[in-house]
């Protein structure tokens, strides 16, 4: 059974950070493009960051340029996102989410995991 496991999520003050760590289990995703999206309460899903499979080529939503940093470690956990300066607008749940085409759009994602919550308190 394929699996995206997120983890590292919690609660932070403004200005704080959180790395979040995504694991894989079922398939290696080390030709993948992986990427996180989040929701918040109300709202629809989002893109906030990408990497290729390679590691060398990302994409950021404007709202976390400059904040949030993506890489990935294919032998270890396939992808990271270390976000610094966090602000309660990043409060949502996070998702990683794998596919086979390195984009911002959620269709192009052919696996996700079930989220780890974010709070960022002001």
């Known amino acids: 059974q394929v699996q995206l496991v997120e983890s590292g999520g919690g609660f932070v003050q403004a200005g704080g950070s959180l790395r979040l760590s995504c694991a894989a289990s079922?398939?290696?995703?080390?030709?993948?493009?992986m990427g996180w999206f989040r929701q918040a309460p109300g709202k629809e899903r989002e893109f906030v960051a990408a990497?290729?499979?390679?590691?060398?080529?990302?994409l950021y939503t404007d709202s976390v340029k400059g904040r949030f940093t993506i890489s990935r470690d294919n032998a270890k956990n396939p992808v990271y996102l270390q976000m610094n300066s966090l602000k309660p607008e990043d409060t949502a749940v996070y998702y990683c989410?794998?596919?086979?085409?390195?984009?911002?759009?959620?269709?192009?994602?052919?696996?996700w995991g079930r989220g780890t919550q974010v709070t960022v308190s002001s």
């Open positions: 079922g398939r290696t995703f080390s030709t993948y493009a």
């Open positions: 989410a794998a596919g086979q085409v390195f984009s911002q759009r959620a269709e192009h994602y052919n696996y």
């Open positions: 990497v290729n499979w390679s590691g060398r080529n990302t």
